[in-house]
């Protein structure tokens, strides 16, 4: 990650992402999350997150899984829904063309356009591991929400995988969730 932010940084948007990972650092297809449910603290630290964001930031492979699962949603079924279906998906990808599910912008992974999109809006993040990756490497993020479950599953998809180069972060908060699940918030080092 880059230097800290500036003061003139600071009054611009941001980039927030958050990731559900296993002790082991797995964050693929989280079906581990199941068996420790979604209370409200936990409800209340992504409804945290996603209220002050304007804009949300996925790469295609998330966009894809998101929109079958949350374009049939109403508020009555998840009070995340309206956040989801009417806030405008920017999706980084070199070969989707018809986001389908929108409001959505299809853009290609570039570094510049992603700054110029991060000092105009409050981007929110979920999942997205190939992107998330990226985004981190270029110094992009400005938060890493990171939900720690007590649980190892030994394979799958890691957020910081072997033989990339090191990432220095700093711890700016750590909650304990009712349902044993970690919080834990880092931002640049």
Do not use: C
């Not at 853009?107 to 981007?123: C, F, K, M, N």
């Amino acid at each position: 990650m880059t230097a800290p932010r500036t003061e003139e940084r600071m009054t611009m948007g941001s980039i927030k992402v958050h990731e559900f990972t296993t002790v082991d650092g797995v964050v693929d297809a989280p079906m581990w999350t199941m068996d420790f449910g979604f209370p409200d603290d936990l409800a209340a630290a992504i409804g945290a997150l996603t209220a002050g964001a304007d804009g949300i930031l996925l790469g295609r492979a998330t966009y894809e899984m998101f929109g079958p699962a949350w374009s049939t949603r109403t508020v009555a079924d998840d009070p995340g829904a309206p956040f989801f279906n009417d806030t405008t998906k920017y999706v980084v990808s070199g070969s989707l063309t018809d986001p389908g599910w929108g409001p959505a912008e299809v853009l290609p992974y570039d570094v510049d356009r992603l700054r110029a999109l991060q000092a105009e809006h409050d981007l929110y993040v979920s999942g997205s591991a190939t992107l998330v990756r990226a985004l981190l490497a270029d110094g992009l993020v400005d938060e890493l929400h990171l939900f720690v479950y007590p649980v190892a599953v030994r394979t799958g998809i890691r957020l910081f995988p072997e033989g990339g180069d090191a990432a220095r972060l700093a711890l700016l908060e750590a909650t304990r969730l009712s349902n044993g699940v970690a919080h834990l918030v880092y931002g640049p080092a």
